[in-house]
Antibody, heavy 122, light 108 residues
């Protein structure tokens, strides 16, 4: 059974850093790209970052570019999101999700983890 | 703002058919996907590649796509279908995804 479990969320002051982790199980982790998606309180889903299966390519939303870094450790079936220079507007539940992809055609997210809550407040 | 446009809310009575639309230029070249999110829970994929249903998703969920619009149809709506629904467009590069703003389905 495919399972994703996020951790690392919490309350942090503006300008500080936080590192989120997502532990994967039940599938061949090294064959799948991974995404982070966030959801601010009462708001919709916002795509945050993506990393290729081999970790060699990363992509970020403009809202986090230069502040967030996605990484992965295929030996530990884990993907991370390093969040620096946090802002109040980064407050959200952060979900990791496995990418399903038809190369050169399309991609989607399935499944998703249960999410970890990040609150940025002074 | 989102590159995909959904109605903020849709209301139906139990047993009726609910249709939720998603419009955007990205859908002209890409498949559409739909996620269901119940309060306090993570999103769950209910339709992929426009009209495919993952295993475990009830048959009353169906999808279609035409031009720049994708549609999620729930036939014979049940109380348990009350949730937020988000559409998503894929990308050929595989490096990011685009979400719609979400539609709150209310079962009257």
């Amino acid at each position: 059974q495919v399972h994703l479990v996020e951790s690392g969320g919490g309350v942090v002051q503006p300008g500080r850093s936080l590192r989120l982790s997502c532990a994967a199980s039940g599938f061949t982790f090294s064959r799948h790209g991974m995404h982070w998606v966030r959801q601010a309180p009462g708001k919709g889903l916002e795509w945050v970052a993506h990393i290729w299966s081999d970790g060699n390519s990363k992509n970020y939303a403009d809202s986090v570019k230069g502040r967030f870094t996605i990484s992965r450790d295929n030996s530990k079936n884990t993907v991370h999101l390093q969040m620096n220079s946090l802002r109040v507007e980064d407050t959200a539940v952060y979900y990791c999700a496995r990418e399903q992809r038809i190369v050169g055609l399309t991609n989607w997210l399935d499944p998703w983890g249960q999410g970890t809550r990040v609150t940025v407040s002074s | 703002s989102s590159d995909l446009t959904q109605p903020p809310s849709v209301s139906v009575s139990p047993g009726q058919t609910a249709r939720i639309t998603c419009s955007g230029d990205a859908l002209a070249k890409q498949h559409g996907y739909w996620y269901q999110q119940k309060p306090g829970q993570a999103p769950v994929l209910v339709i992929y590649k426009d009209d495919e249903r993952p295993s475990g998703i009830p048959e009353r969920f169906s999808g279609s796509g035409s031009g720049t619009t994708a549609t999620l149809t729930i036939s014979g709506v049940q109380a348990e279908d009350e949730a937020d629904y988000y559409c998503q467009a894929g990308h050929s590069s595989g490096t990011f995804v685009v979400f719609g703003g979400g539609t709150k389905l209310t079962v009257l």
